[in-house]
Structure formats: C-alpha cells, structure tokens
C-alpha cells in the first residue's frame, strides 16, 4: 500500500534499540504504516506520495507530550497565589497569610511544597487548612503540581 508521506533521514530513533540510524518512515492515513531502511522505501512510493528528507537531524516519530502545565507555570508566578516549600504543614499555612491579607476574598493557592523534605514527611491534609481559613476555599498544590 502506498504512503502518504515519507520522511527520511540519518539519525531516526524508533526506540527499539539505543541509537538513531539512517531510516523511512511511511505514513499513511495519519499514522506510521512502517518503517524501513531508505533502500526499501521504494514499495510505498506511489504518484501522490509526499517525502521529506530531514538529512542528519534528529527524527523521533511519536513522541511527544502534551501534558503542560501552562496555567501553573503562569498563576504561580503571579500576585494571586504563593510559591513555597515550606519546611511543614504547619509552616505552609502559616506562609499563606500574607496572601490572605493581599487578597482578603477569593481563593487562597500555593505551589511548592514536597512532603518527602518536611519534618515530619507526611502529606499535608485539609484540617489544618480548615482551622486557618474555614470560610475561604484554598488549594496547595505540591511543588511538580501533579497533588
């Protein structure tokens, strides 16, 4: 079956091995058909075939991320919330004041805090945040924004 692209070049990483080698990747109907050796591409050219020779740079086929954290990166660097580790729990809501007097209404979040470099270790919880602040929402997210 033909290809609808082909894209070639010198330093192709597949994944199956550790090194990046001369090599075709044919695609067609949006996804990898095959990939082969650029001798035995021949087969998958057909008259509306498109190719793109990448020469010697990199080509990794499929991957790729799309897990950003473009909204953390952006709230946390600005006045509307706070950017700490802390050494605890207790000193993580201790450290959300200033915010809270800069923003008497509204949310209260921070980012930064990692448990495994507390004293002690443990996650923080929700009573400590509700004994400070019971009418307002708050958030802390850790510091790789993932809890």
Same mark, same amino acid.
């Given at each position: 079956m033909h290809a609808d692209l082909i894209i070639t070049g010198t330093h192709v990483f597949t994944g199956l091995d550790d090194e990046a080698k001369p090599l075709s990747i044919c695609v067609? =109907? &949006?996804?990898?058909?095959? %990939? %082969?050796? /650029? &001798?035995? %591409?021949?087969?998958?050219? &057909? /008259? =509306? $075939?498109? $190719?793109? =020779?990448?020469? =010697?740079?990199f080509v990794c086929a499929g991957l790729h991320d799309a897990h950003l954290h473009a909204f953390h990166s952006a709230l946390y660097s600005s006045p509307l919330a706070e950017n700490f580790l802390g050494e605890n729990e207790a000193d993580c809501v201790a450290r959300l004041e200033p915010l809270a007097k800069r923003r008497p209404n509204g949310w209260l979040l921070a980012q930064g805090w990692r448990e495994y470099r507390w004293n002690p270790p443990v996650l923080p919880s929700k009573h400590s945040l509700d004994a400070a602040y019971p009418d307002r929402p708050v958030a802390l997210y850790s510091g790789d924004a993932h809890t």
């Open positions: 067609k =109907d &949006g996804r990898i058909q095959e %990939v %082969v050796a /650029p &001798g035995d %591409v021949q087969r998958f050219i &057909g /008259p =509306d $075939t498109k $190719t793109e =020779d990448f020469k =010697d740079a």
